[in-house]
């Protein structure tokens, strides 16, 4: 056998071998998955035959009664992340511009050194910042500026205590937000210079470049960073906690005290002495695991379908 021969059957012994700790690795990551979903749905079915789809959709909550619904908890899950979203997804794209496109790389790298550092910061400094710094502030001027500006609105409604809804929403966007920066950049800086030197040499301005040649390129990359930090959002626990009341209370005004779901868990895990109690906790999960999911699945969806009126492969 001649050495060129030798060579070429070792590669190919070696790609098959890639190739399979590859298979194995992806098999391994759904495996998991499927095996914890599994778990939740073993140790929630006491909760899942008592309570049935009642569960998702009633708003009791009382362990002494032991009646239990997960409304409250889902209604402050989906509400504060979605806040954060409205809030952190802009910023994050307009940091990463002005660190790309305008500033000098001798003061871009600094900044990107204070964003990753905001990054490693733990989830419960985060929360202890926000309840006695972050919610002092929110109460003492943000919440009655909004009042006077909304007036009577049913969004800005009620006293202005400063913990609440709207507080953990901004603090959940303070936490996602480096994240999709980080990312959003970095998608931005993979953008071929001679692409947008073509652009600006045709004419057009900064604005129409950054719009048209850098986001568009990246623009899979974005919807990445931000699935990424929607993931990071939704079920973020520690942080949550201090600041988002802690109630089992539906109410549209972003003042009042909430909860969610990794509040919840978090709160009573440990005092659930009782089995159903204990149960309807696991089915909490349960349902943030299929939340997750089924978001995931939609933003999947929506991406293929974005990409495709872009004309993007």
């Known amino acids: 056998m001649s050495p060129s021969t030798k ?51 009633t708003n009791v909550w009382n362990p002494v009664k032991k009646e239990f619904g997960a409304a409250a908890s889902i209604w402050g899950t989906i509400i504060s992340t979605i806040i954060a979203m409205i809030i952190a997804v802009p910023l994050s794209i307009l940091i990463a511009i002005f660190l790309v496109e305008l500033l000098p790389e001798e003061i871009s790298k600094w900044v990107r050194t204070g964003i990753e550092l905001l990054a490693a910061i733990p989830s ?65 800086q993979m953008v071929p210079a001679v692409v947008k030197e073509s652009a600006h040499g045709m ?21 990445g960073g931000t699935l990424l930090g929607l993931g990071r959002a939704i079920g973020e ?7 988002i009341g802690n ?6 005004s972003l003042f009042s005290p909430a909860n969610s779901i990794t509040a919840t868990l978090a709160n009573e895990f440990t005092e659930a002495s009782d089995a159903v109690y204990l149960s309807s906790l696991i ?13 995931q699945v939609i933003s999947q969806i929506w991406l293929k379908h974005v990409k495709k009126q872009m004309g993007i492969q």
């Open 237 to 243: 626990t520690m942080a949550v906690t201090f600041v």
């Open 283 to 295: 089915e909490l999960g349960l349902v943030l695991f299929i939340l997750t999911f089924i978001i």
């Open 124 to 188: 419960i400094i985060f929360g202890m910042w926000g309840l006695f710094v972050f919610a002092p502030f929110m109460a003492d001027n943000i919440q009655p500026f909004l009042q006077s500006v909304f007036g009577n609105s049913p969004l800005f409604n009620g006293p202005p205590i400063g913990i609440g809804m709207l507080t953990a929403g901004i603090i959940l966007a303070f936490m996602i937000l480096p994240f999709i920066t980080s990312i959003t950049r970095d998608v931005f």
């Open 203 to 223: 004419g057009s301005t900064l604005w129409e470049v950054t719009g048209k040649v850098t986001i568009r390129y990246g623009f899979q990359g974005i919807v």
């Open 247 to 252: 109630s089992h209370k539906i109410s549209l």
């Open 7 to 57: 060579n070429k059957n070792i590669q190919q012994i070696a790609d098959r071998g890639f190739k399979f700790l590859t298979f194995l690795g992806a098999g391994l990551l759904l495996l998991i998955m499927l095996f914890l979903f599994i778990e939740l749905l073993q140790n929630s079915w006491l909760s899942i035959e008592k309570f049935g789809l009642k569960f998702i959709y």
